[in-house]
């Protein structure tokens, strides 16, 4: 597998609501989503991403996050052997707090959530 692209949080808007062709995909656990989150991402947590990948648009330009970027670039992986194109966000959440960009707290927020499925990567 070749090397997967990332990107540091500086380089991404502060909120993904109005992003048409841009999409942010957040993939860690509900607690940790409803902990702090960026406005207008989608929120699939890591296993559930097999059952919801139709919810993934692969015209997107898409950008994968999870707490420090194990999670999102083990995803990433998933989605590029199956066609998708994506970057990974460096540092995740954690540099994204750290970095004093805004978060939405609570279940509310994410383009499309769906019940737990129970598959995994």
Known sequence: MSEIPSVPVSEL???FTEETSR???DVREHDE??????????HIPLGDVP????EID??????VICHAGGRSERVLGYLIQ?????T????????WAGAGRPMQTGPGGSR???PDSGASL
């Open 13 to 15: 808007p502060d909120d």
């Open 23 to 25: 999409l942010l995909l």
């Open 33 to 42: 989503w409803e902990s702090g989150h960026v406005a207008g991402a989608l």
């Open 51 to 54: 059952a919801r990948i139709d």
């Open 58 to 63: 692969p015209d997107a330009e898409l950008f």
């Open 82 to 86: 199956r066609g998708y194109e994506g």
């Open 88 to 95: 990974n966000v460096s540092g995740g959440m954690a540099a």
């Open 112 to 114: 499309g959530v769906a």
